[in-house]
């Protein structure tokens, strides 16, 4: 799977929109980005994928540019709730490899929503 | 609700005592997978399953065992636990293995070895 790399902190105001970078510069056609947060030591929360499309739902929209190798997702109107480390993964789109099915969490970025 | 749950959600214990901490999902979901979370270290896959009576070593299975009875357990085998054990775990679920198929995770399972 192709490796992300992504800020390490970032800081949003309650209310306004948080959006949260994560480069993928090597990733490969077949490979779905990820978005996956965790809220202080609880289990990881999956927050919206896509693979080439801009992605939208309940949670957040995800923005993928044109080549794919970033991408941004957004969450709207941030909340004290949504403060969080926020995972950006790649995934392979075919059953079978060396990876069945794991997911790589790198080190994420820590957001922190202010009141 | 659809859901994975873990029991017990917290636990020590001493090396060499034998435990089993537990984990189901309630949504069919052919694939379950173990995970633990060290500081610095992320979250490292243990142990896959790709269906009942299939499973596998992830990236760090040393020390652990699993079982895949039925479609909807997936419980983790401590034999001898050791202080390097102490982590935190999480059991996670999904339809399959691959993308599009988005992962469920439980709450955790917080783990002490003295």
């Known amino acids: 799977d192709a490796k992300t790399t992504q800020p390490p902190s970032m800081d949003c105001a309650e209310g306004r929109a948080a959006n949260l970078p994560c480069n993928h510069s090597?990733?490969?056609?077949?490979?779905?980005v990820y978005w996956y947060r965790q809220i202080h030591s609880q289990g990881p929360q999956y927050i919206i994928h896509?693979?080439?499309n801009n992605e939208t739902n309940e949670m957040a929209s995800l923005i993928i540019t044109e080549d794919r190798k970033s991408s941004t997702l957004i969450l709207p109107h941030a909340t004290l709730r949504d403060t969080a480390v926020y995972y950006c993964i790649v995934r392979v789109a075919v059953a079978g490899g060396t990876s069945y099915g794991k997911l790589t969490f790198g080190q994420g970025t820590i957001l922190t929503v202010h009141p | 609700e659809a859901q994975v749950t873990q029991n017990p959600r917290y636990l020590i214990t001493v090396t060499g005592k034998k435990l089993t901490v537990t984990c189901s999902q309630n949504m069919n979901h052919e694939y379950m997978s173990w995970y633990r979370q060290d500081p610095g270290l992320g979250l490292r896959q243990i142990y896959y399953s790709m269906n009942v009576e299939v499973t596998d070593k992830g990236d760090v299975p040393e020390g652990y065992k699993v079982s895949r009875k039925e479609k909807r357990n997936f419980p983790l085998i401590l034999e001898s636990p050791s202080p390097n054990q102490t982590s935190l775990y999480f059991c996670a679920s999904s339809a399959r293995s691959f993308p599009p198929y988005e992962q469920y995770f439980g709450p955790g399972t917080r783990l002490t070895v003295t």
């Open positions: 896509g693979l080439k």
């Open positions: 090597t990733i490969s056609g077949n490979e779905y």
